[in-house]
């Protein structure tokens, strides 16, 4: 959005384009009731990339192993670190502390740097924390204890500080802005019961796993952590600086559908003018205000 200073004040032209980009908007939302069902439609507006799009980041979400940590810490540190019982529970409180704290990093940084660059330094940090954990955890089996448990422990603090970046809030925030308008309501649905469902698949496997596989349980999720980081450089679009009228844009643009993340890095949006005649043209998935113009 923009905003006027004191002094200074949009061209007519400027507002009068971005009202009939709402109208415009407003006006093919209320010609049809539109239902889960259009997701499945062939159309211009891509939806069925985006349903994919919605699914993939929230199942990205728990199966990088979020949820095997915050719900069988105190496990972990007992069975596969060998601690006992009571600094089991302070170092899992402790873990759970640092997530919150943690989390601010993704309210500081989710618009200053944009959804796709935090998912994957998210992924990447997620990934080097559960290969650093099966490592120890190995060690630890195998009876190669010295300093084993610290550093099992150091990957476990390392994990909560890189997942709240990118998944503790974003992924619920890209599956709503990713939506055409009519239809963003049954995309964060979707989102949100994708995470969910894989939350629970998550809690019923991880005790199974602790006693087949044990530390190898932890490979699984360093190989998903490192795959998405890939799959999120190449198939995930940026959504920071589009408007909601601009986000149809995004997605039908493009001639093919693998371009749309190539397309969302030089997004061609709407000039603006300013009282002097110039125009503000998008660079680098950010628009560059003009003189007599703020972002708010």
Not at 11 to 22: L, Q
Not at 141 to 168: D, I, K, R, W
Request: charged share 15%; proline share 3%; net charge neutral.
């Amino acid at each position: 959005m923009y905003a006027l200073t004191d002094k200074d004040s949009v061209s007519h032209e400027a507002i009068s384009s971005e009202i009939e980009n709402i109208y415009t908007a407003l006006r093919e939302t209320s010609n049809s009731e539109r239902g889960f069902c259009d997701f499945f439609k062939h159309e211009p507006r891509r939806l069925f990339y985006r349903l994919c799009l919605a699914i993939g980041i929230n199942f990205c979400a728990q199966m990088t192993g979020a949820n095997v940590i915050s719900y069988y810490g105190k496990t972990i540190f007992q069975e596969s670190l060998g601690l006992g019982t009571k600094k089991a529970a302070v170092l899992n409180a402790g873990v759970l502390t640092w997530k919150i704290f943690a989390a601010t990093s993704a309210y500081l940084s989710v618009d200053r740097f944009g959804r796709k660059p935090l998912f994957m330094i998210a992924c990447l940090g997620m990934a080097v924390s559960m290969a650093g954990l099966a490592g120890t955890v190995w060690a630890i089996e195998n009876q190669y204890t010295f300093g084993s448990s610290v550093a099992a422990t150091f990957f476990l603090f390392f994990y909560m500080s890189f997942f709240p970046l990118g998944f503790l809030g974003a992924n619920f925030l890209y599956s709503a802005e990713i939506a055409p308008q009519d239809l963003r309501i049954h995309l964060a649905a979707i989102g949100t019961a994708t995470h969910w469902l894989f939350n629970f698949v998550i809690a019923e496997i991880t005790p199974v796993a602790f006693v087949t596989i044990k530390w190898r349980y932890y490979i699984v999720y360093a190989v998903i952590g490192f795959s998405v980081t890939f799959v999120v450089y190449f198939l995930v679009p940026e959504t920071k600086g589009f408007s909601l009228e601009q986000m149809d844009n995004l997605f039908s643009d493009p001639e093919h559908w693998w371009q749309v993340t190539a397309y969302g890095r030089t997004p061609k949006r709407d000039q603006l003018v300013n009282l002097d005649g110039d125009k503000i043209v998008a660079n680098d998935a950010k628009m560059q205000p003009a003189n007599h113009i703020e972002r708010v």
